[in-house]
């Protein structure tokens, strides 16, 4: 079955840290996936994607993704973290297999301290 | 460009009431998709429209939700009647189409509507 794991509730950074928040997955075929983060009280924001070629995908905010086949995973890093980075972040796999949906995961909450 | 437009922004109502969502997508996108988003979950796809026509309604609880995107733009969600455990955020997103591209799949979502069932 297709799946997507956020292994992690929380994630707690000081700022000028590097962080990481973890995804695993499981689909047939070529997986694209996808970062979403969410700011309290607001929609979800497309951060990042990865389709084919290069493993690490860079995208909004200083955000980058690195994809490991062996590993089936995409987890989501930043070198520096700020404050403003503080917020729940969702992992996406497309399910070619229904409709093109995309498989969410739980979401991980980032939290950035002083 | 502008982004996805949702409204109202918040709703509160009683249970058995029934409530309306709207949404207009980016121009252009032919996709479009209805979640809802319960505290400190994923979001869940209610509906899929492609153009006016629905593919993938499979978890749409169709006794007492519906939705339509009639002329292929704009969409309603519609709650008739409301329970306590509607309570959530439903999200609408848009794409440019499902299949063909990642790019052309990406979803991007408005600001949501907040319900509340009382």
């Known amino acids: 079955a297709q799946s997507v794991a956020q292994p992690e509730d929380q994630v707690n950074v000081a700022e000028g840290n590097p962080l990481t928040v973890k995804c695993t997955y499981s689909?047939?075929?070529?997986?694209?996936l996808f970062w979403y983060v969410q700011y309290p009280n607001r929609g979800l924001q497309f951060l990042l994607k990865?389709?084919?070629?290069d493993n690490l995908v860079k995208g909004s905010y200083g955000f980058e993704a690195e994809f490991n086949k062996s590993q089936t995973s995409f987890h989501l890093k930043k070198p520096s973290a700020l404050v403003s980075d503080s917020a729940l972040y969702f992992c996406?796999?497309?399910?070619?297999?229904?409709?093109?949906?995309?498989?969410w995961g739980a979401g991980t909450k980032l939290i950035i301290k002083p | 460009e502008a982004g996805v437009a949702q409204s109202p922004r918040y709703k509160i109502i009683e249970k058995r009431q029934s409530v309306a969502f709207w949404c207009n997508p980016i121009?252009?996108?032919?996709?479009l998709y209805w979640y809802q988003q319960i505290l400190g979950q994923g979001p869940k796809l209610l509906i899929q429209f492609q153009n006016n026509g629905v593919v993938d309604d499979s978890q749409l609880p169709k006794d007492r939700f519906s939705a339509e995107r009639l002329k292929g733009v704009d969409s309603t969600l519609k709650i008739q009647p409301a329970k306590l455990e509607d309570s959530a955020v439903y999200l609408c997103?848009?794409?440019?189409?499902?299949?063909?591209?990642?790019?052309?799949?990406?979803?991007?979502f408005g600001p949501g509507t907040r319900l509340l069932v009382l």
């Open positions: 996406a796999v497309r399910d070619m297999l229904s409709n093109y949906q995309l498989i």
């Open positions: 121009s252009g996108h032919a996709t």
């Open positions: 689909v047939s075929g070529n997986p694209y």
């Open positions: 990865y389709i084919t070629g």
């Open positions: 997103a848009s794409s440019l189409s499902r299949g063909g591209s990642a790019a052309r799949e990406t979803q991007y």
